[in-house]
């Protein structure tokens, strides 16, 4: 049975995860993503939050939305786990940062002395990666086992019950107690400073449209303790765990289903 869609209260923010969520790791979301996002970003306010640079964002998003720079507007984007959030300026046509909370010089060489000491005593040191293990991402370190540019399918058949990237995610918090560390995608692990994670972001996000958390529906793969979507979990949002992109376009076909022929978007 199909239920009115007057039963339910729409959400006025939709957020979501980046690799996994809305795209393979690494790689460009689908056309059809691209056109759910879109229809989305008619309704609602979106935010797409992740472990992932601002270069992956304009690469795997941003350049495969066909979308009227009015709706852009609607679209916060936060690279690295919520250190850093980006609003799209109409007026310009461009991206503009909002704030980023940079790790300073002495606590990036503490973190990538962890990470390396912590990768190699557990045997998970690549000796031919595809690219950088450890990137500085200005407000976040990121640890990739197979190197950054190692493709999506080496990635996945890596560590496919996590069990690699936990044993480091969990060696390095032992050693960085005045940071967050956390497992992000197939194969990384992201720390940032403490208390500057996606639960930071979201909660900036928040202030600035007024909005309450039960307001917000997110959707992530990492959602499990540990994980860099938990801190959305303990923040009381409704959250969606899913596997991969095809359960995420699968939710939002529903979502549109059901309320795309309301207007429930937000004046910034």
Same mark, same amino acid.
């Given at each position: 049975?199909?239920?009115?869609?007057?039963?339910?209260?729409?959400?006025?923010?939709?957020?979501?995860?980046?690799?996994?969520?809305?795209?393979?790791? /690494?790689?460009?979301? @689908?056309?059809?993503?691209?056109?759910?996002?879109?229809?989305?970003?008619?309704?609602?306010?979106?935010?797409?939050? $992740?472990?992932?640079?601002?270069?992956?964002?304009? $690469?795997?998003?941003?350049?495969?939305?066909?979308?009227?720079?009015?709706?852009?507007?609607?679209?916060?984007?936060?690279?690295?786990?919520?250190?850093?959030? &980006?609003?799209?300026?109409?007026?310009?046509?461009?991206?503009?940062?909002?704030?980023?909370?940079?790790? @300073?010089?002495?606590? /990036?060489?503490?973190?990538?002395?962890?990470?390396?000491?912590?990768?190699?005593?557990?045997?998970?040191?690549?000796?031919?990666?595809?690219?950088?293990?450890?990137?500085?991402?200005?407000?976040?370190?990121?640890?990739?086992?197979?190197?950054?540019?190692?493709?999506?399918?080496?990635? &996945?058949?890596?560590?496919?019950?996590?069990?690699? /990237?936990?044993?480091?995610?969990? &060696?390095?918090?032992?050693?960085?107690?005045?940071?967050?560390?956390?497992?992000?995608?197939?194969? $990384?692990?992201?720390?940032?400073?403490?208390?500057?994670?996606?639960? &930071?972001?979201? /909660?900036?996000?928040?202030?600035?449209?007024?909005?309450?958390?039960?307001?917000?529906?997110?959707?992530?793969?990492?959602?499990?303790?540990?994980?860099?979507?938990?801190?959305?979990?303990?923040?009381?949002?409704?959250?969606?765990?899913?596997?991969?992109?095809?359960?995420?376009?699968?939710?939002?076909?529903?979502?549109?289903?059901?309320?795309?022929?309301?207007?429930?978007?937000?004046?910034?």
């Amino acid at each position: 049975m199909t239920a009115s869609p007057s039963l339910f209260t729409p959400p006025s923010l939709i957020a979501f995860d980046l690799d996994d969520t809305l795209a393979v790791t /690494k790689s460009p979301i @689908s056309p059809l993503m691209a056109q759910l996002l879109g229809e989305l970003l008619c309704n609602f306010q979106v935010c797409i939050i $992740s472990g992932g640079r601002w270069e992956q964002f304009e $690469s795997q998003v941003i350049d495969q939305l066909q979308v009227p720079a009015d709706l852009l507007t609607r679209l916060h984007l936060m690279p690295t786990s919520g250190t850093r959030y &980006y609003l799209f300026d109409a007026s310009t046509n461009q991206w503009v940062q909002q704030y980023a909370e940079d790790l @300073s010089n002495e606590d /990036k060489q503490l973190i990538v002395s962890v990470l390396t000491q912590g990768a190699h005593t557990l045997g998970l040191w690549e000796a031919s990666p595809a690219g950088a293990i450890i990137e500085d991402r200005g407000s976040q370190i990121t640890f990739s086992a197979l190197g950054q540019l190692a493709p999506p399918s080496a990635k &996945y058949a890596w560590d496919p019950t996590g069990v690699k /990237k936990r044993s480091l995610r969990e &060696y390095a918090a032992l050693r960085l107690p005045t940071f967050d560390v956390k497992a992000g995608g197939s194969t $990384s692990v992201d720390v940032t400073r403490l208390g500057i994670n996606k639960a &930071y972001g979201m /909660k900036r996000l928040l202030s600035l449209l007024s909005l309450n958390t039960d307001a917000v529906v997110y959707f992530g793969d990492q959602l499990q303790d540990g994980g860099n979507d938990a801190s959305i979990r303990t923040m009381g949002i409704t959250t969606v765990a899913v596997r991969n992109s095809d359960d995420t376009e699968c939710a939002l076909r529903a979502i549109l289903a059901v309320f795309g022929q309301q207007t429930n978007v937000l004046a910034l």
